[in-house]
């Protein structure tokens, strides 16, 4: 017999990750497979598999490569889970808890009694989701009010749910508690956000239709509506898809995709064929795999009419169905025993055909219209910013012309001064005594003025009016 080796392998198998060959000591241990409450809800199929060679026990430790849960606390999960996996009491523990023990949060409760070096690590790791979630709480409100604005941390840090913010410092059973609740109520909400996101989709794909149609003259509005409902015609006219998980749609891919004789075909080997990592389970993506035929018979990447939004929809409702029909004690997996028992159905036989995504209503006239409003609100309220946001524009251009003009008005100033400075600078030279120099009663160059004439008053030369000026005979 085999068991598991970590909590990784535990978590991610229970995920309906796990393409890792695991090996179970005994039946109760698949009760562990809820820890983090299935995180494998979150699927985007096909994805290539992981694959890891079977190893007898017994096994130190696996490495594991998971897809990303979804969730904004994914890498603090999955680094928990790692220091976590790293200590043995606490993997012993995990192995004999049962299913509400994990659910519930008492599980929890263990980590007392792990390692002070791993309650080290832990509280490392709860230190840094804190400075990250605090730095993103920053991000935002400096996006939508500016950087100045005041930041009251301790009361944001409270919408997030996967860990106790009142201590930030430390990593407690709460912590491992919140982690374990907060992830089970995301996740298992998660399919349902896709479904409504899907609508969402559809409704906005109609209004940019129906918008799009409004530009246009009678003529080309009846012309595109005529080529419209050609594409809808087209898309409809596709082969008859088998029921997901009926025995027709299970004999075409052992007979499509496995090559073998129709007439041959059994249950338990082909459960054997498609378990591609042999763990006894079929998980979400090997049966999400199975649908790729019937996929193939309504969806054309290549054809206009066909959309891959609502191809990946139309694999998730598969999927849903098929694991609602057989996975009878909800762990989302299938086991050999689950596979055989439905096979043993009177609706694996005569299943009826499936309803594709175009023969449903995806959305009423009632949600359409409540969407459209939503829509016009919306944009009626980035109208108003985007004209607040256009007058605040135009204000600060006056306030820049403003400040332009003012500049200009200093340069000249300045340079004005720097002309008077220039002329002040430029006066007749002065002599040795601080006097003026004079040659022959008028002004000369320094070091060749001649003394007046004996008893000559040199303040009645300097204050007697010149004399006027005489027509001179020439001479």
């Not at 996996?85 to 012993?92: G, K, L």
């Not at 659910?103 to 309650?119: D, F, I, T, W």
């Not at 992830?183 to 129906?210: G, I, P, V």
């Not at 025993?337 to 005569?350: C, G, M, P, Q, Y």
Request: one cysteine or more; proline letters at 4%.
């Amino acid at each position: 017999m085999y068991f598991v080796t970590n909590i990784s392998v535990v978590v991610w198998r229970a995920a309906g990750f796990g393409d890792l060959k695991m090996h179970w000591k005994s039946g109760t241990v698949s009760h562990c497979w809820l820890l983090f409450c299935l995180l494998g809800t979150v699927k985007t199929v096909p994805i290539d598999k992981i694959k890891v060679n079977q190893v007898e026990e017994p096994v130190e430790r696996a490495t594991l490569e998971s897809p990303d849960t979804g969730l904004y606390y994914d890498r603090y999960l999955r680094e928990v889970i790692d220091v976590l996996e790293t200590d043995q009491h606490f993997r012993d523990n995990l192995q004999s808890a049962n299913i509400e023990d994990i659910k519930s949060g008492k599980l929890a409760k263990e980590l007392n009694l792990v390692s002070h070096l791993v309650r080290t690590k832990l509280d490392e790791l709860k230190r840094q989701e804190v400075s990250r979630l605090r730095m993103l709480i920053k991000a935002k409100i400096d996006a939508q009010q500016g950087k100045d604005a005041g930041i009251d941390h301790h009361a944001l840090l409270k919408q997030f749910e996967h860990l106790n913010h009142q201590n930030p410092h430390s990593f407690e059973p709460e912590d491992l508690e919140l982690l374990i609740k907060t992830a089970t109520s995301d996740l298992e909400n998660y399919d349902q956000e896709r479904h409504e996101e899907f609508k969402q989709y559809e409704m906005l794909k109609e209004h940019e239709r129906k918008e799009y149609l409004k530009t246009l003259d009678e003529e080309r509005r009846k012309q595109e509506e005529a080529r419209f409902d050609e594409l809808k015609k087209k898309h409809q006219d596709h082969p008859k898809v088998n029921h997901p998980g009926s025995k027709d749609q299970l004999k075409e891919v052992w007979e499509e995709t496995d090559g073998l004789d129709p007439e041959d075909f059994d249950p338990k080997t082909f459960f054997k064929l498609h378990d591609s990592n042999g763990d006894g389970f079929l998980d979400e993506q090997e049966m999400e795999a199975l649908f790729t035929k019937e996929l193939e018979k309504i969806y054309d990447p290549n054809n206009e009419e066909d959309d891959m939004v609502e191809m990946e929809e139309e694999r998730l409702r598969m999927r849903e169905h098929v694991m609602k029909e057989i996975d009878s004690n909800k762990d989302r997996l299938i086991s050999l025993d689950e596979f055989l028992r439905a096979t043993e159905k009177k609706e694996f036989v005569n299943a009826e055909n499936w309803e594709t995504l175009d023969e449903q209503e995806v959305y009423s006239e009632d949600e359409l219209q409540q969407f459209e409003e939503r829509l016009t609100q919306q944009e009626h309220v980035l109208k108003v910013k985007s004209d607040d946001l256009l007058k605040q524009r135009e204000e600060l251009q006056q306030q820049h012309d403003q400040l332009q003009a003012q500049k200009f008005e200093f340069q000249q100033a300045v340079q004005q001064l720097e002309q008077q400075k220039q002329i002040q600078h430029v006066q007749p030279p002065a002599g040795s005594n601080g006097e003026l120099q004079f040659h022959h009663g008028q002004p000369g160059p320094p070091g060749k003025a001649e003394a007046p004439p004996p008893g000559h008053d040199l303040t009645q030369t300097l204050h007697q009016p010149a004399a006027p000026e005489q027509d001179q005979p020439h001479q």
